[in-house]
């Protein structure tokens, strides 16, 4: 990631983020608002000009203001609607707070553990992102920074839906490990209630970018659960489309065959209305192109700590 201005009187600063060795995407800047490191993550946050506010961690866009609903939504609400009542949830990352905003919104939840080792960026973000303030003031949310592993793998007691919003898997990033077989199979899957459902971002899923880590990640929770459901939709700020996949304890679990019945069960759920997502468009991420569900059937890379695959970039750690 890296700045260039315009030569000339009035010439506008430009973001530039690097999405491979040859391919660089941009956006103009208007101001600054926060640079800084972490202990484990650069951090940026910007005013732009076509996406508002847009937060980038080691360099990589995180969340954008114009847009962020459709990846919070597009994340949180399918695993949530598909269990049958879910009532307690943990969240892996999501230090911005908005992961836990659409969780919050199902009537049933009783108890929300949001576990994000970076405190800086929690607490930057409570401060500076307007969106989020309430569900950081929330009752039923218990907020630990620590690792998101050592918190889940000491916890007592098991979860309905335990969400992972990592930070992308970059080389020397902070949590590339929490996209392992060895995390899924040993803390994940153990610490799920019988319905329980786990579900992930898992990176890029376009046409050309799906095997970086978007196959591994499905074919890495494939070794350890019954059914994965893999899904994707197209978030303008990442310049891409974005994958998910979503991990069943109990195979047999399926949402309503119409979407209908889906937008009545979403009603049923939820207070207010989603802005983005309703029946038809649950339907629509769900069924990948043809290059994708190929890639998906010929996957056979197991993501491990000693094996894993990375997006382009490098976090701190691997610059010091």
Known sequence: M???KEQGEGGRTWLEEEIQEDLKWCMTVKK??????????????????????????????????ADEFVYHETLVHPAMLLHPNPKTVFVCGGGEGATVREVLRHKSVERVVMVDIDKVVCDFCNEHLEANKAAFADPRLELINDDARAQLEKWEGKFDVII????????????????????????????????GIF?????????????EVFTPIHNTLAQVFPKVIAYAQ????????????????????????????????IASRIDSELQFLDGETLGAIMTLNKVVRKALRDEKHVYTVDQPRF?????IKALV
């Open 2 to 4: 890296s700045y260039a």
């Open 32 to 65: 600054v608002l926060h640079s800084g490191n972490s202990d484990f993550q650069s951090m940026e946050l910007i005013e732009s000009g076509p996406f508002g506010k847009v937060l980038l961690l080691d360099g990589k866009v995180q969340s954008a203001e």
């Open 164 to 195: 992972g919003d990592l930070a992308d898997p970059v080389y020397g990033g902070p949590c590339y490990q929490l996209y392992t077989q060895d995390f899924y199979e040993a803390v994940v899957r153990p610490k799920l209630t019988p319905d």
């Open 199 to 211: 579900v992930t971002q898992s990176g890029p899923a376009g046409v050309l970018s799906c095997t």
């Open 234 to 265: 197209h978030v303008p700020s990442y310049v891409d489309t974005w994958g998910w996949n979503m991990a069943l304890q109990n195979a047999s679990l399926s949402l309503p065959s119409s979407p209908a019945q889906i937008d009545e069960l």
């Open 311 to 315: 997006i382009h970039g490098d976090g």
